[in-house]
């Protein structure tokens, strides 16, 4: 196996069953770029590509840090929509970038089956979004992108901030960011500059100097969609 990854031994929390999962390791994590939807581009290996934990027992699957803490009805709902139709399989090991869509697509999977809350819906989306800008399939990037938005703006509207780890700014900002490149463009604009005029942004310039740069990128490209 490369490397930079190791393979550990967890409980599955659906079947009570020991499995391997791999990690990378963390001297590998070096952050290469990020893109203006926060996606990040690593050197040497793609960190995201591990990123989400399958049983191969029971089909069970989910972010690593969202790997532990099923409920009881989560475990039954699993057993009866997941578990009764799968075909044993591993993802243990290295990683290419359809393995890795594969494995995300049984996370949302698995989200929907719990009836899990937009916002972790949303953000599982957003990463088959990157999965596939990594595998250079725009049409599935954009479809992706779609879905996160639906997803974020349902959760913005119905949840409560903090989603997990991100706060109400940032979530405005993807939101924005989503818009833009899904091309609306003029909703793109009304929420970029919501975040600009917002007075909780204040306590993160950086968002805001992004914010600033995406709301004048988003008004070029309106004009030259007009032109
Ligand atoms: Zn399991």
Same mark, same amino acid.
């Given at each position: 196996m490369n490397d930079l990854l190791y393979n550990k031994k967890v409980m599955c929390p659906a079947c009570n069953r020991e499995i391997e999962v791999t990690r990378v390791k963390t001297? &590998?994590? %070096?952050?290469l770029s990020r893109d203006t939807d926060m996606c990040v581009h690593y050197e040497n290996i793609n960190v995201l590509f591990y990123d989400v934990w399958v049983c191969d027992n029971c089909g069970y699957a989910a972010l690593q840090d969202k790997f532990e803490g099923l409920f009881t009805r989560d475990v039954k709902a699993i057993k009866e929509n997941i578990s009764k139709n799968w075909i044993k399989r591993s993802f243990t090991g290295e990683r290419d970038v359809d393995k890795a869509i594969e494995a995300f697509k049984l996370a949302l999977l698995t989200l929907k089956v719990r009836n899990a809350k937009n916002s972790e819906i949303a953000k599982v989306c957003l990463r088959i979004a990157w999965l596939y800008r990594f595998k250079k399939h725009s049409a599935n990037e954009i479809k992706y992108l779609n879905f996160a938005l639906e997803a974020y703006k349902d959760a913005y509207q119905n949840e409560r901030f903090p989603l997990d780890k991100l706060d109400e700014i940032t979530c405005m900002y993807i939101i924005a960011e989503l818009f833009r490149r899904v091309g609306k463009f003029d909703e793109a604009i009304t929420w970029f500059s919501r975040i600009v005029a *917002?007075?909780? &942004?204040? *306590? %993160?310039p950086s968002l805001i100097d992004m914010a600033r740069d995406q709301y004048q990128l988003a008004k070029d490209q309106l004009a030259e969609q007009n032109t």
């Open positions: 001297k &590998a994590c %070096k952050v *917002s007075p909780e &942004a204040r *306590s %993160k």
